[in-house]
């Protein structure tokens, strides 16, 4: 039987909302995938290998994965020309979850690069 304190503890600690990091919910190839995107812009070295992989985990420590996939969406639809881009360009739940990765992002360009 677990004592009052520690059932108090526990209690606070599943009732806390889980981080990202804590989640590791990042699929591998999701990963992978990036940091060989990153890699290609920044130079295919081992530096770009190390500073990349950096950031993905940066990226993944702030972002869960579901909001980093929708903040991604975005970003891609965002690129659309004509009316399918307005509609993601205009949409105030589309900025915030752009503004949210591009927090991420910057957050994990200066502790990396």
Do not use: H, W
Not at 44 to 67: H, K, N, V, W
Request: a neutral charge; charged letters at 20%; one cysteine or more.
């Amino acid at each position: 039987m677990l004592r009052p304190a520690a059932a108090v503890l526990f209690a606070l600690a599943a009732a806390l909302p889980a981080r990202a990091a804590d989640l590791n919910d990042y699929p591998t190839s999701v990963r992978a995938d990036y940091v060989f995107g990153c890699m290609k812009a920044n130079g295919d070295s081992r530096q770009a290998l190390e500073q990349c992989s950096c950031s993905i985990d940066i990226l993944a420590s702030i972002l869960p994965y579901e909001r980093y996939v929708s903040a991604e969406t975005v970003a891609s639809m965002d690129l659309q020309a004509g009316q399918i881009g307005s509609l993601f360009r205009n949409s105030r739940l589309a900025k915030e979850a752009l503004e949210e990765l591009r927090r991420a992002q910057a957050e994990a360009q200066v502790r990396c690069f």
